[in-house]
């Protein structure tokens, strides 16, 4: 939820209008301010805020705060793109079955280039990454499409024109990808942190099934050249 | 064998004192938490809080079973087995150390919540016990007698009772693997006749009614029976000292989830493992100890607070137990969490950059409450 400019703050209550509830959208009064969970803003003395920050602060004061959603982490060890990734790897909201996926998988990753590292003679073992944080972060910028295609519709015909994606969408293509190709391609008995950790190896190291779909979704847009004039945004 | 008496080990370094290193290899200078000394007979209030190193080989011989399994991944992962000398382990080995073992054998429960360390002291004090020359009987978890058995053959010896031929030959074959030497040693008192044809002479060594059990797998369980009557027998004028180790020792008295061809229920009395243990662990016989430990995890039946010898033996398990020295376990103390973060840290197990931090430590030590199994979960990921 954006937090509402400043403009509307100067707005009162929003007109209550009979029988126009919202139900999708925010339920919240305009004067409700998001939480802060930022430990370092707290403890900074006050005169090195600025200005901005100041005028937050005093807001506090008055104004009533939202309710902190259960995704919100003051940890120091909360990372968006996990929880993302997290989510999108939930089935039937459970959540906890996906978190716990998760930590096998980064644990998976660490224990699998640990003993790489160990192994390996003094010279290579630098090159030896074993943060599952990097690997994990690398990986999936390894496997974001730079172009997309979609189904543009001309004279009774559907042509597959290249489009540019979104920084949100590439994440998200990038994701699914991984998750679909770890739940499909797999053998019945391999357990799902084992094949991701799998999966993302190969993709830290430009390899894999999902690199492959990436370069195949490329050669596609670029085959297709002929019509990017049909995009019309 | 080491005689010990008051003598302290001079070599030991405190943080207090400003010895120098002179036992340490020239390789690196190993950091405060770590201790060279891995003779357990040899530590003292000054290694607590710090890892000892047991060699690979000394772990293959020495715990065929038993090591929990995150404790066997980690050895596998930094290849090498630390384990941490903590107090209720110290206490135990003070006791072992003191005891007369003209009297009869004293038992140890070592009991506490879930995930405080009660496995490894055991561990250790096992490993002591190996190194000074004892025949150690390891049971690494009572539970796995009592559940999960696909197998349940009517006994042939007593026809009340219930063989496991799976459980009793892995027993059979790890404690092969442990107790090599003692089982050319001690030789057998009675003539013993499996089935129709074959038999155990008097005065053949042990290691052959062993062998006879592996072979034969469905007089696995009498085979076991034999190697632990035998054992008892000759413990008090013998050369050897027995240690009775039996992890999980809760799952002797409750109940059991196996159930007969006839769908009713098995009381663990009437397995034959079960029964030959709960002899093994009375204490009518001389020349040894018997260390034991409580265990929720794995139990049938219990609710999940329970810890204590009193919740989880239960009225029967109590009155059968007793006397014993009840051994609390803890969870880390402020030194031990320091040193065992540092271990992690040294060891590249902790990735994150931020859990190289004052706030990333105070956050572990708070998500965990200084638990040592959470500690290990949580540090997994990170």
Known sequence: MAAPSAAGLSRRLRAWLPRMMPVRWSRYDPSYLEPEVNKELYQKPSEKLAEEEMEQMELKAVRPIKAAPPTLSSSVFSDPMISKFTNMMMKNGNKVLARSLMSQTLEAIKRKQLEKYHKAPENEKETIECNPYIIFHQALKNCQPIIGVSNITKGGKTYQVPVPLTDNRKRFLAMKWLITECRENKHRRTMMPEKLSQELLQAFNNEGPIIKKKHVLHKMAEANRAYAHFRWW | ?382
């Open chain 2, 1 to 382: 064998q080491l005689d010990h008496g008051c003598a302290l080990h001079t070599a030991a370094r405190g943080c207090l004192s400003s010895v120098s290193t002179q036992d340490v290899p020239a390789e690196r200078p190993r950091a405060i938490f770590h201790t060279n000394e891995s003779d357990p007979a040899k530590h003292t209030e000054h290694h607590e809080g710090r890892l000892y190193n047991i060699p690979l080989e000394e772990v293959k011989a020495v715990f065929p079973h038993g090591l929990p399994h995150r404790f066997q991944q980690q050895i596998q992962t930094f290849n090498e087995a630390r384990v941490m000398v903590r107090k209720p382990a110290l206490e135990l080995l003070a006791y072992l150390k003191g005891s007369n073992f003209a009297h009869p054998a004293v038992r140890y429960v070592l009991y506490g919540e879930r995930g405080t360390g009660k496995t490894m002291t055991l561990c250790h004090v096992v490993h002591y016990c190996s190194r000074q020359g004892w025949l150690v009987l390891h049971i690494p978890d009572a539970h796995l007698w009592v559940k999960n058995c696909k197998e349940l053959l009517q006994s042939s010896y007593n026809k009340d009772r219930l063989d496991q031929p799976l459980q009793a030959s892995v027993w059979l074959k790890n404690f092969k693997i442990s107790n090599e030497r003692f089982l050319r040693e001690i030789k057998t008192q009675k003539k013993y006749t499996w089935g129709k044809q074959e038999t155990t002479e008097e005065g053949r060594p042990l290691g052959e009614v062993v062998d006879q059990g592996l072979a034969r797998v469905r007089s696995a369980s009498d085979a076991m029976g034999v190697v632990l009557r035998e054992i008892k027998q000759q413990s008090h004028r013998s050369s050897f000292r027995l240690l009775v180790a039996v992890d999980g020792v809760n799952a002797l008295w409750g109940r059991t989830t196996l159930r007969k061809k006839d769908k009713s229920p098995v009381s663990p009395e009437e397995l034959t493992l079960v029964h030959n243990l709960r002899k093994m662990v009375t204490n009518d016989w001389r020349g040894g100890a018997i260390v034991t430990t409580l265990s929720q995890t794995g139990s049938l039946f219990k609710p999940s607070s329970a810890y204590t010898p009193q919740e989880l033996l239960g009225k029967e398990g109590f009155d059968a137990l007793d006397p014993f020295v009840p051994i609390p376990v803890s969870n880390y103390s402020p030194r031990e969490f320091e040193s065992c973060y540092g271990y992690y840290l040294e060891r590249k197990w902790l990735q994150h950059e931020k859990a190289h931090t004052e706030d990333g430590k105070a956050e572990l030590q708070f998500l965990s409450g200084s638990n040592p199994q959470q500690l290990d979960r949580l540090a997994g990921p990170l």
